[in-house]
T-cell receptor, first 111, second 112 residues
């Protein structure tokens, strides 16, 4: 499959652990943030989003935290499963209808 | 069955040849985007279109061209001027109501 994860930061966890993936964004004026999951050889899948007027948003097994003071975004995955193994990256909407994407973090989940 | 489709899954280009990557969506989204992905790098924007018959260059438009004659379709041509075309190409679309972009499955372009 396509090696999107080559030379990316890697987080290795055991099945059942909680995972935390971090992202620093660049534009303090960004008003909307998205987390995507990308499996090898596939297109990115939307996981969860958050607007800048929120600090926290929860989905099914996932939580996104936004700290605007230090321009930091995190994705927490509860009870990580082998199927969660993928590259995760954040995106920020800084205007003009386009998104700026981070390089991503590879999550490896071992049984 | 709604979504974004890209074809072909794999495409081979000979030196000096132009090739066209297809992207179709039936989500009734206004905006469409083309990205290039190289190993270990974030997505880089090639071109985007917010409305039919209009499109804008992204960060790495040189060597690429697009058209937007229909709302559903946003084909990307990789021209012979693109000297390093080997990459994974991703198409995305976005409704005008939010910033979320939804992606197609991608096309891997290889040079013979």
């Amino acid at each position: 499959g396509e090696s999107v994860g080559l030379h990316l930061p890697t987080l290795s966890v055991q099945e059942g652990d909680n995972s935390i993936i971090n992202c620093a964004y660049s534009n303090s004026a960004s008003d909307y943030f998205i987390w995507y999951k990308q499996e090898s050889g596939k297109g990115p899948q939307f996981i969860i989003d958050i607007r800048s007027n929120m600090d926290k948003r929860q989905g099914q097994r996932v939580t996104v935290l936004l700290n605007k003071t230090v321009k930091h975004l995190s994705l927490q995955i509860a009870a990580t499963q082998p199927g969660d193994s993928a590259v995760y990256f954040c995106a920020e909407n800084s205007g003009y209808s386009t998104l700026t994407f981070g390089k991503g973090t590879m999550l490896l989940v071992s049984p | 069955d709604g979504g974004i489709t890209q074809s072909p899954k794999y495409l081979f280009r000979k030196e000096g040849q132009n090739v066209t990557l297809s992207c179709e969506q039936n989500l009734n989204h206004d905006a469409m985007y083309w990205y290039r992905q190289d190993p270990g790098q974030g997505l880089r924007l090639i071109y985007y279109s917010q409305i039919v018959n209009d499109f804008q260059k992204g960060d790495i438009a040189e060597g690429y061209s697009v058209s937007r004659e229909k709302k559903e379709s946003f084909p990307l041509t990789v021209t012979s001027a693109q000297k390093n075309p080997t990459a994974f190409y991703l198409c995305a679309s976005r409704t005008g109501q939010s910033g979320t972009q939804y992606f197609g499955p991608g096309t891997r372009l290889l040079v013979l």
